[in-house]
């Protein structure tokens, strides 16, 4: 904001802060305005608290810009606990800001020093992240301020000064205790972060203070890594301080690419030499096997090249087989360093992994001369093939090199080879719209054919037409042997491909030449339709007059019907002289085509059809009510549209208004919706409809839901302007609609504008009129968020606010359920008994405020009345229990606040709020829940559900070990339902820290078995938790325990299909039930695990497996069985039942467990 506005800002709400009553009403106003809440907008930075979508009330003005004299005149007004939709106080905003004052002002006032914002701000990293050394000093010279508090991103100040690049911040927050090593969440620490931005001398203050430099950081290497890759600031400073503070200079990122790769790539000589002079590896690959030489020839470094060279770099092939010539030549490096990698032994003719191009083929590409010859010199085989059959001609055809065309020809490379599109390289060199006509000249002269067509029928001089290369065209017909009749496997002709193009000298030549107008094309299209549609449409009156003297078919049809005109109106807004031409040649006006549009239907789809073509169209003669299909005729399009003066052409022309469409809508009813029009549309519907009551339309018309203009302009919120207009015309409010039985009055309620129009009808005679799920109007404009609509509805009188639902649901618990305190505070002050109201299942108004989140909400309502605060619905849960339940950390840490909330209480099945908690994963709350006083931490469910079991499931290792260090972790007792122990469940989370902190624990036995034999084992299994399967089998659990129903973990991982449990499975020696798992992978047709089960043994294994099984496959004509088994069926021997289980049997076990 420039000084000057905001100096005149600043006077401006000064003054306007000491007119009071002023200064409250805007302080309790619900309505937002742009203009005043631009003026609070915070800078964004480094997630900084910004204020973007925030109520702009007086205490973010006064903390946003620091304004004191307001502050001290208006104190008794302000809320300064107040937090907006991002959870941020005017404590953070004022800390961000640098307004040192206002932050004294508030903490002397009693606001907390660590205030929690809803992402864990705090006013310390606030201030940190606007780099405001006094208000940091001031913060850490007061007692209790948490110096390593972090974020719900896990920024703590320390990182935030870093990356922000403040070495004094730096050292306040070290000399008070910063924990120098601490990480986001993201991995990052003080020292990334400030590598990363390239803040030097941030760095060398943390080096001095011990920073670890090995720590991987959010980039995934070491702060010398992330200084590399980012190359920001003092970046190559930092790296070589890095360097000799000992930092790992061959640090790996997630891709493994190190700190020579990036300045290899990026072209940093320098660097370079430092980082090989300290004994960085030059040969290290990253993951795509690509080494710090490979990304110099990717960026054409020429000096990097021979310098890592120097230096004993190798030159090795990556992963997909490329090598440093396939690097250099795209790189586009000179020919001096393609003849050094030749000097060097890289294979020549070597091609990637999927065969795609060699080293000469992308040289070709590329076209340059002298480049081929080094590789031709170096014995380059000049047959060679890519996996898609392109020779070195066609790559030289498509580089567009005559001279590499010439020089490949002189080898006797074949000119009439094609690739797998069956193109020759005379095809590949007439398909590019860019191509070179000395190349398409060297293989006609060369005598390449002409007349070949490629997989799709397209001939060399079908794509120079369809690519409007004209002086190519004339080379081949010049050049004689043309068939001017060939067609592509399209059926597209020479001259098809050259109208649709819009040239009008290509086609003037083609026609010239012998291209004359053929029979009709399989599709229909005659050259006049494409002409038409050709995306050049500079040329296209020429061309469709050239057409139409040369006897084209003004009125032919293509396959959907459509004349050329039909074809030219549905593109395009039309030009007069076009269009008049059609007609001066016998144009058909009213045809139809298939789907029943006229040429008339046609332009008044368009969204901005031209009014002069409208009208030449009514000029001759036009049908102007002949409908479509649909029933749609020109007046329903135009009305759709929007546009006004349309509509009054074809009214004034005799449209008719009452016509109907096969939804039985009337255009009135389009008229009155809004589709994608502008505003300036918007204003013209209502010219729209206007117009067409007054032409006689109904204006209760309704459509075949029964819907009214009126429900039609609600619904989409047209403008109000429409619904007066409707409105007094009379239109019912009370008509219901088919599919919700609303009314008229039910959709006004999606606008605070149009309720007090539709709600002052003299017909709105039922005020709490129900829809088909017993809503009322009042509960539309409740979940509807529209204060003025309730306003208006409470304004009536005869409003029963206390009508429910199914459910018993009504419309003040569904405010409340979704969070609008404006209306929930409308409705209390008119029915303040309704706080009262509970639904079926018992549910409070603070159980709905509490389950959803909704902390504004609750704050009104406990202000209103707390008495029923520990109120329990049909499942015992108390409003705090709700919230824990959901997760909702701030509504909970609000609540412990209070004295009259119980945070020990027992609900369904015994559980507590700690318990319901657990199950959201949210660290933050469940220690929270923890340290309430007088938890008791070993406290389980009826059914045995313990803190530890639950941590167990739901893989929180961390409160696992917690636990465990408190005393309170049960881990060798089993669970009261089911039996199973904390492994099972910690083998169905899936968390392999879980799994091994359990099995560290004395007395866990790891092979216990729950009441229906499970193993954890079987449950890892069963759930498809790979990774716990392998760290279960790494500590040598039993593998072939069977459950209470005979199956092994191999034969439930073979119902699952999982291949890759089975493999782990027999690899640690499973054996038992191989042919049933066997079975069951055949009935599953799943031929990899077949495969593995064979591998294993599965036929050998029991001699009478065979013949029955494949008399039953061969009975269900079952041939992949049979192959996939191998086996001779001439082998007899006695018929033996399998132990499979059944398909119904493997679903009726998933369900029950």
Same mark, same amino acid.
């Given at each position: 904001m420039p000084r000057g506005r905001r100096e005149d800002l600043v006077d401006k709400l000064e003054a306007f802060f000491r007119d009071e009553e002023a200064f409250s009403d805007w302080n309790h106003d619900s309505l937002e305005s742009d203009e005043r809440q631009n003026y609070f907008l915070m800078d964004t930075d480094f997630e900084s608290p910004c204020l973007s979508g925030h109520k702009a009330t007086p205490t973010f003005a006064i903390a946003k810009l620091g304004l004191i004299s307001a502050f001290d005149e208006q104190e008794d007004l302000l809320d300064w606990n107040y937090n907006n939709i991002k959870g941020q106080a005017p404590i953070h905003v004022a800390a961000f800001a640098g307004h040192l004052e206002v932050v004294q002002r508030l903490? @002397?006032?009693?606001?907390?020093?660590?205030?929690?914002? #809803?992402?864990?701000?705090?006013?310390?990293?606030?201030?940190?992240?606007?780099?405001?050394?006094?208000?940091?000093?001031?913060?850490?010279?007061?007692?209790?301020?948490?110096?390593?508090?972090?974020?719900? /991103?896990?920024?703590?100040?320390?990182?935030?000064?870093?990356?922000?690049? #403040?070495?004094?911040?730096?050292?306040?927050?070290?000399?008070?205790?910063?924990?120098?090593?601490?990480?986001?969440?993201?991995?990052?620490?003080?020292?990334?972060?400030?590598?990363?931005?390239?803040?030097?001398?941030?760095?060398?203050?943390?080096?001095?203070?011990?920073? #670890?430099?090995?720590?991987?950081?959010? !980039?995934?290497?070491?702060?010398?890594?992330?200084?590399? *890759?980012?190359?920001?600031?003092?970046?190559? @400073?930092?790296?070589?301080?890095?360097?000799? =503070?000992?930092?790992?200079?061959?640090?790996?990122?997630?891709?493994?690419?190190?700190?020579?790769?990036?300045?290899?790539?990026a072209g940093e000589l320098d660097m370079v030499r430092f980082l090989v002079m300290k004994k960085a590896k030059v040969s290290i690959q990253n993951i795509a096997g690509k080494t710090a030489l490979d990304f110099a020839c990717a960026g054409n470094q020429t000096k990097i090249i021979e310098y890592l060279l120097k230096n004993g770099a190798t030159c090795e092939p990556d992963t997909s087989g490329r090598t440093e010539l396939h690097e250099a030549i795209d790189g586009g490096c000179d020919v001096d360093i393609l003849k050094l990698f030749v000097s060097k032994g890289v294979d020549v003719n070597a091609k990637d992994n999927a065969g795609i191009k060699g080293a000469l083929h992308l040289a070709a590409r590329?076209?340059?001369? =002298?480049?081929?010859?080094?590789?031709? $010199?170096?014995?380059?085989?000049?047959?060679?093939?890519?996996?898609?059959?392109?020779?070195?001609?066609?790559?030289?055809?498509?580089?567009?090199?005559?001279?590499?065309?010439r020089r490949f020809l002189t080898y006797g490379v074949d000119i009439e080879a094609r690739n797998k599109d069956e193109q020759t390289p005379l095809a590949v060199a007439c398909c590019e719209s860019e191509g070179s006509d000395d190349v398409v000249r060297v293989f006609l002269d060369a005598g390449a054919k002409v007349v070949v067509g490629d997989k799709w029928g397209y001939t060399p001089l079908h794509r120079l037409a369809g690519n409007m290369r004209r002086s190519a065209v004339m080379m081949l017909l010049e050049n004689g042997n043309v068939d001017m009749t060939a067609r592509t496997n399209s059926d597209l002709s020479f001259l098809d491909l050259a109208a649709q193009s819009g040239d009008y000298e290509l086609v003037r030549s083609l026609l010239e030449h012998g291209a004359g107008i053929q029979p009709e094309a399989a599709s229909k299209q005659t050259p006049l339709h494409l002409a038409v549609m050709a995306e050049k449409q500079d040329k296209v009156y020429a061309i469709v007059e050239r057409l139409l003297e040369e006897g084209c078919d003004v009125n032919a049809r293509d396959d959907h019907g459509c004349t050329p005109l039909h074809a030219y109106l549905s593109l395009n807004e039309g030009k007069e002289n076009i269009v008049q031409l059609f007609f001066s040649q016998g144009a058909d006006i009213?045809?139809?085509?298939? $789907?029943?549009?006229?040429?008339?239907?046609?332009?008044?789809? /368009?969204?901005?059809?031209?009014?002069?073509?409208?009208?030449?169209?009514?000029?001759?003669?036009?049908?102007?009510?002949?409908?479509?299909?649909?029933?749609?005729?020109?007046?329903?399009?135009?009305? +759709?549209?929007?546009?006004?003066?349309?509509?009054?052409?074809?009214?004034?022309?005799?449209?008719?208004?009452?016509?109907? #469409?096969?939804?039985?809508?009337?255009?009135?009813?389009?008229? =009155?919706?809004?589709?994608?029009?502008?505003?300036?549309?918007?204003?013209?519907?209502? =010219?729209?409809?206007?117009?067409?009551?007054?032409?006689?339309?109904?204006?209760?018309?309704?459509?075949?839901?029964?819907?009214?203009?009126?429900?039609?302009?609600?619904?989409?919120?047209?403008?109000?302007?429409?619904?007066?207009?409707?409105?007094?015309?009379?239109?019912?409010?009370?008509?219901?609609?088919?599919?919700?039985?609303?009314?008229?009055?039910?959709?006004s309620c999606f606008s605070d504008d149009f309720a007090p129009v539709v709600i002052a009808s003299s017909k709105c005679v039922e005020i709490d009129v129900r829809d088909k799920s017993e809503s009322t109007p009042l509960m539309w404009a409740s979940w509807n968020a529209h204060p003025g609509a309730v306003k208006e509805l409470l304004k009536a009188g005869s409003v029963d606010t206390c009508v429910t639902k199914a459910g018993g649901i009504n419309a003040f618990l569904y405010a409340v359920m979704d969070g609008y305190v404006e209306v929930v505070k409308l409705l209390l002050v008119h029915n303040?008994?309704?706080?009262?109201?509970?639904?079926?299942?018992?549910?409070?108004?603070?159980? /709905?405020?509490?389950?959803?989140?909704?902390?504004? *909400?609750?704050?009104?309502?406990?202000d209103t009345d707390a008495s029923n605060i520990g109120a329990v619905n049909s499942k015992s849960y108390t409003a705090f229990d709700e919230a824990a339940k959901g997760g909702h950390t701030d509504i909970v840490a609000f609540m412990l606040a209070r004295d009259d909330v119980d945070p020990h209480h027992r609900s369904v099945r015994d559980s507590t709020p700690l318990l319901l908690a657990v199950y959201t994963g949210k660290k933050d709350l469940i220690e929270m829940l923890m340290n309430v006083e007088g938890t008791d931490l070993a406290h389980g469910s009826t059914?045995?559900?313990?803190?530890?079991?639950?941590?167990?499931?739901?893989?929180?290792?961390?409160?696992? +070990?917690?636990?465990? @260090?408190?005393?309170?972790?049960?881990?060798?007792?089993? &669970?009261?339902?089911?039996?199973?122990?904390? !492994?099972?469940?910690?083998?169905? &989370?899936?968390?392999?820290?879980?799994?091994?902190? !359990?099995? &560290?624990?004395?007395?866990?036995?790891?092979?216990?078995?729950?009441?229906?034999?499970?193993?954890?084992?079987?449950?890892?299994?069963?759930?498809?938790?790979?990774?716990?399967?392998?760290?279960?089998?790494?500590?040598n659990v039993e593998v072939d325990t069977p459950d209470n129903r005979g199956r092994t973990p191999l034969l439930i991982a073979s119902q699952k299909s999982n291949q890759n449990i089975v493999k782990a499975l027999l690899g640690a020696g499973a054996k038992a039930e191989l042919n049933d798992a066997l079975s069951i992978a055949l009935t599953n047709r799943d031929e990899g695990l077949v495969q593995l089960l064979k591998n294993a043994g599965a036929i050998e294994q029991d001699?009478?497996?065979?013949?029955?099984?494949?008399?039953?496959?061969?009975?269900?004509?079952?041939?992949?069985?049979?192959?996939a088994l191998g086996t001779d069926t001439g082998d007899t021997a006695t018929a033996k039942e399998p132990q499979a289980i059944s398909g119904a049997e493997c679903v009726e076990e998933d369900l029950t467990s």
């Open positions: 903490i @002397e006032r009693g606001m907390d020093i660590n205030h929690r914002g #809803d992402k864990d701000y705090s006013p310390l990293l606030a201030a940190c992240v606007g780099r405001h050394r006094n208000i940091v000093d001031y913060l850490l010279s007061l007692e209790g301020v948490e110096v390593n508090r972090r974020s719900r /991103f896990g920024k703590a100040p320390l990182i935030a000064a870093s990356r922000a690049g #403040d070495e004094n911040i730096c050292r306040l927050l070290l000399d008070k205790g910063a924990v120098i090593n601490l990480q986001a969440n993201d991995n990052d620490t003080a020292l990334t972060a400030a590598s990363e931005c390239g803040k030097l001398s941030v760095v060398q203050t943390l080096l001095k203070h011990g920073a #670890d430099t090995e720590i991987v950081g959010r !980039l995934g290497g070491n702060a010398l890594l992330a200084a590399a *890759v980012c190359r920001e600031g003092q970046w190559a @400073e930092i790296i070589k301080l890095l360097a000799r =503070a000992g930092a790992n200079l061959d640090a790996q990122d997630a891709v493994k690419d190190t700190a020579l790769h990036m300045a290899a790539q590329r076209g340059e001369h =002298a480049i081929v010859q080094v590789l031709i $010199d170096a014995e380059a085989d000049m047959n060679i093939k890519s996996s898609s059959g392109q020779t070195l001609l066609h790559e030289a055809a498509r580089g567009g090199s005559a001279d590499v065309v009213d045809v139809q085509d298939n $789907d029943g549009d006229t040429v008339l239907n046609c332009l008044t789809e /368009f969204k901005q059809p031209s009014e002069l073509i409208l009208r030449l169209l009514l000029k001759n003669g036009a049908d102007l009510n002949l409908g479509n299909y649909e029933g749609m005729t020109p007046l329903h399009n135009l009305a +759709r549209s929007g546009l006004a003066s349309h509509v009054r052409i074809i009214l004034e022309a005799g449209a008719n208004s009452m016509a109907r #469409d096969k939804h039985n809508r009337q255009p009135i009813q389009y008229a =009155a919706k809004t589709n994608e029009a502008t505003v300036r549309a918007l204003l013209d519907f209502e =010219a729209d409809v206007n117009l067409l009551l007054k032409m006689g339309a109904c204006v209760d018309a309704r459509d075949s839901e029964n819907k009214t203009p009126l429900m039609c302009a609600c619904e989409t919120v047209a403008s109000a302007q429409v619904v007066e207009i409707l409105i007094d015309a009379g239109a019912d409010p009370m008509i219901k609609d088919k599919t919700y039985g609303a009314t008229g009055h039910h959709y303040p008994g309704i706080i009262t109201a509970v639904d079926k299942r018992k549910n409070t108004a603070l159980h /709905f405020a509490c389950r959803e989140g909704r902390l504004d *909400v609750l704050k009104l309502l406990l059914g045995g559900m313990t803190l530890f079991k639950m941590a167990a499931s739901m893989g929180l290792a961390s409160l696992c +070990r917690t636990l465990i @260090e408190k005393g309170v972790a049960d881990c060798t007792i089993p &669970s009261k339902t089911g039996g199973f122990y904390p !492994l099972h469940y910690a083998a169905t &989370s899936g968390n392999v820290e879980v799994i091994e902190l !359990l099995l &560290s624990q004395p007395g866990v036995d790891k092979n216990v078995v729950s009441m229906n034999g499970y193993t954890s084992l079987c449950d890892a299994v069963r759930m498809g938790r790979e990774k716990s399967v392998e760290t279960l089998l790494a500590h001699e009478d497996f065979g013949i029955e099984e494949l008399m039953k496959m061969a009975t269900l004509g079952d041939v992949f069985g049979i192959e």
